[in-house]
């Protein structure tokens, strides 16, 4: 069980996608689950990948129009309303470097990750 994730400045495309994806191949160098909700760049990248590259990764779609069944709105959650509580920052890059710090400060917390899937009724 892993948590991988980048954080970018702009709206997220197929391209930026099949990056991520492609990265998390070469880092795990194994075949993965991906959990993804229904965004039409996740859709194109994953039908993209999966005809060039079938036996890098499985998907798991979540319902559409269903957050609460996301795993990672329970991260955001976390995130917003426990680490970064009445957090004022000084700038752009301040918010930047919090909120990777309390993401990378979740990764290490497998109890926490267990539980953002418990919550959404899904097993890991």
Known sequence: MGLYFQIHSHNI????VIG???LLHRHL???FILVLDRYSAHRKAVRLLQ???PDWFEVEWLPAYAPELNPVEMLWNHTKYADLANFIPEDVDDLHQ???ASIENTRTQTHLIRSF???AKLEL
């Open 13 to 16: 495309n197929f391209e930026t």
């Open 20 to 22: 991520f994806i492609t």
């Open 29 to 31: 160098r194994r075949k």
């Open 51 to 53: 005809s060039e590259h």
């Open 98 to 100: 919090s909120v990777v």
């Open 117 to 119: 899937f418990q919550y």
